[in-house]
């Protein structure tokens, strides 16, 4: 895999785990919290996969196989760490969600 290859793998993996996670939002705000679960269960696999990606870039780096720091490599970083907040919120909201539709 080239590192175009890979940097674009951590975007579009970033990507969808954040799309899952504003999906697991829209469905515990409908009340169905067994989607939003799953939702943000995808959103942790995304995740893991973007994280695998990036462990392998790390490896290679502590091996001495350095790569040059492209602004594309800061845009997927920066998506990948949008993505893992977005999730990290998206599980808060759920349950508060949950915690509000079960006092009703």
């Known amino acids: 895999m080239s590192y175009q ?3 674009m793998q951590i975007i579009v993996s970033g990507g969808n785990a954040r799309s899952n ?3 697991a939002i829209g ?7 067994e989607a939003a679960r799953g939702a943000l269960t995808r959103a942790e696999d995304e995740l893991a996969e973007a994280h695998k990606v990036q462990t392998e870039l790390i490896q290679d780096e502590a091996s001495g196989n350095t790569t040059e ?3 594309l490599m800061v845009h997927a970083q920066d998506h990948l760490m949008n993505a893992i907040t977005i999730k990290d919120m ?3 909201f759920v349950d508060m969600y949950e915690k509000v539709f079960n006092l009703k």
């Open 5 to 7: 290859d890979i940097i």
């Open 21 to 23: 996670a504003m999906e």
């Open 27 to 33: 469905y515990a705000k409908e009340g169905n919290f």
């Open 69 to 71: 720091v492209t602004l």
């Open 90 to 92: 998206a599980g808060e």
